[in-house]
């Protein structure tokens, strides 16, 4: 029989036992030198005549026997292996953010591309497996993350995103739409696929609803978050190397950014399932997002695999401890008197 422990370092206090045994010999000794010091030699014999040695031998026995078998439950021995399938189940997501200057526009609190950011970070802490990728955009567009299942790697990409990083200013939609589709997407499944879409919507002529039709062939549904004032817009605020923020100006006129809601609402409709979220200048909450339209998705088997479980048999040692602790408090150290 194959014993495998579970927490194999517990067994180094097994050491402890001579120590335990030290000091009970130890107490023994200081409580018969306390003794003598009331009674002399004699006088003592026949105070402790009733007192048995080898029932005290026993006493110290059971305890060190009990303290033996905790150290080993500790240890979580398991045997008796039983084959289990472990499957990873999930859907391919990817984040598409838009860095384009725009997303500098302070409608929603510090601005939209921040925002956008923490919503992204709030959609971590409740995934389920699924594997996740970050593509960043502007004029054109950059793989931050792969589709990958490293949380923590896709947090570190994300914590470093900014209208810095890619090179090209703009805000070319279609041209990410088609990024994503070439370069993070693959070809082996026609559903299974989401892509988040978190941008104001103002594309400069990159045909993103035929993007969209193509992904939406491919089986991938686009959930679009709209940022921004839908209405007269919002002007963008720039900061220069100084710290000193002025409004971005364009042939003298102050440049506002305002979300083209029919542009995200006509892309979702090219893809299967896909959704448009009018978030505005409100909260958005990517969390219930995923909960609501994700989470409870068809899902594909990502990884699977067999593996031998070891059933734990910790109780009996546990249960055998607690026994021998239970007898060694009853058991008496005097003799049976005749």
């Known amino acids: 029989m194959t014993v495998v422990w579970q927490s194999l370092a517990m067994l180094h206090y097994l050491w402890l036992l001579p120590a335990v045994l030290l000091l009970l010999l130890y107490a023994g000794?200081?409580?018969?030198?306390?003794?003598?010091?009331?009674?002399?030699?004699g006088m003592l014999e026949r105070l402790t005549a009733q007192l048995s040695l080898a029932r005290r031998r026993w006493k110290y026995a059971l305890l060190?026997?009990?303290?033996?078998l905790l150290v080993i439950a500790l240890a979580r021995p398991s045997w008796n292996p039983v084959p289990r399938d472990i499957r990873r189940e999930g859907r391919d997501v990817v984040f598409v953010l838009d860095v384009s200057k725009s997303m500098l526009a302070d409608d929603l609190k510090p601005n939209r591309l921040e925002r956008a950011k923490l919503a992204i970070n709030d959609c971590l802490d409740v995934l389920e497996g699924d594997r996740i990728g970050l593509l960043v955009f502007a004029g054109t567009a950059v793989v931050r993350c792969p589709l990958t299942l490293d949380y923590g790697f896709f947090r570190m990409m994300l914590s470093d995103v900014d209208t810095d990083s890619v090179s090209r200013g703009g805000t070319m939609i279609g041209d990410a739409m088609r990024k994503a589709m070439r370069d993070i997407f693959d070809n082996q499944e026609r559903q299974y696929k989401d892509l988040v879409l978190i941008t104001d919507g103002e594309d400069q002529g990159s045909f993103p609803v035929e993007a969209a039709k193509q992904l939406g062939d491919m089986g991938v549904r686009i959930l679009a978050i709209g940022l921004g004032d839908e209405g007269d817009g919002t002007p963008l605020l720039i900061t220069d190397e100084q710290g000193r923020r002025s409004f971005l100006k364009h042939d003298g006129q102050v440049v506002h950014s305002r979300l083209d809601a029919d542009t995200l609402r006509e892309m979702v409709a090219a893809t299967?399932?896909?959704r448009y979220l009018p978030v505005g200048t409100g909260n958005v909450d990517l969390g219930a997002v995923y909960r609501n339209l994700i989470?409870?998705?068809?899902?594909?088997?990502?990884?699977?695999?067999?593996i031998e479980r070891y059933e734990e048999k910790f109780q009996i040692f546990l249960g055998a401890a607690l026994f021998l602790l239970a007898f060694e408090g009853v058991l008496s150290e005097r003799r049976k008197r005749l």
Do not use: V
């Open 64 to 68: 060190l026997l009990a303290l033996a």
């Open 29 to 41: 000794y200081r409580r018969r030198q306390a003794l003598l010091r009331f009674a002399e030699y």
């Open 295 to 306: 989470a409870n998705a068809e899902k594909r088997e990502l990884e699977s695999q067999t």
């Open 272 to 274: 299967p399932g896909g």
